[in-house]
């Protein structure tokens, strides 16, 4: 049973290029979620999507977009990369959004020069 | 606003030792509650979880919380720490905002070192 996983796993970008991070679920989860982890930072949400077809910004969503594409699959962009968007990006998914436990991909580690 | 403290950035116990990592929260309801624990390049793995009922809570790694209203505390324990208990460990809160939104609130995490 994979649970979530995440592609690439790590990843250089120029400033200014753009990337699309993508995640994958498959435990039939209604709730995904994109995260940013910085040292000292803990978890900061980015995008969330409650259930298929919808999304909605957390904490830090400037500089990003996000696609559901279906039930299983959450794509984070960065349209045009900066330096300060260098972060381990973590992708997770529940079974409904808000009180329910997270379950976490191993994380995408991005550094923008 | 709901959040989560936890105190402790940096722990160093003894292998052997008992462990207890403090977390507050804010929260305006019955709080839900987690213990992540995360191990260096990995995700974050669920250790366990509070929703209502029996207010110690057992978890997996022989771990266990107490969650106490009163000081709107939930504390991680271990009664005898390994060394492959060294990772960082984060507190959540379970957070609705109504129909199907809502999130988790997590602590800034505290980073558990283990003297051999």
């Known amino acids: 049973n994979a649970g979530v996983t995440q592609t690439p796993k790590f990843q250089v970008l120029k400033t200014g290029q753009s990337m699309t991070l993508q995640c994958a679920q498959d435990m039939n989860h209604n709730s995904m979620y994109w995260y940013r982890q910085d040292p000292g930072m803990g978890l900061r949400l980015i995008y969330y999507?409650?259930?298929?077809?919808?999304?909605d910004k957390g904490e830090v969503p400037n500089g990003y977009n996000v696609s559901r594409l279906n039930k299983r699959e959450f794509s984070l962009r960065l349209e045009s990369a900066a330096p300060s968007q260098t972060s381990v990006y973590f992708c997770?998914?529940?079974?409904?959004?808000?009180?329910?436990?997270?379950?976490f991909g191993d994380g995408t580690r991005l550094s923008i020069l | 606003a709901q959040s989560v403290t936890q105190p402790d950035i940096h722990i160093t116990v003894s292998e052997g030792a008992s462990l207890e990592l403090r977390c507050n929260y804010s929260?305006?309801?019955?709080?839900?509650l987690f213990w992540y624990v995360q191990s260096p390049g990995q995700g974050l793995q669920l250790l366990l979880k509070y929703f209502s009922g029996d207010t110690l809570v057992q978890g997996i790694k022989g771990f266990e919380a107490e969650f106490k209203r009163s000081q709107s505390s939930f504390n991680l324990r271990k009664p005898s720490v390994h060394w492959s208990d060294a990772a960082e460990y984060f507190c959540?809160?379970?957070?609705?905002?109504?129909?199907?939104?809502?999130?988790?609130?997590f602590g800034k995490g505290t980073k558990l070192s283990v003297k051999p």
């Open positions: 999507s409650a259930s298929e077809g919808t999304t």
């Open positions: 959540a809160v379970g957070a609705w905002y109504g129909g199907s939104q809502g999130n988790l609130i």
């Open positions: 929260y305006g309801a019955t709080p839900y």
């Open positions: 997770a998914s529940s079974e409904g959004a808000g009180q329910q436990p997270q379950h």
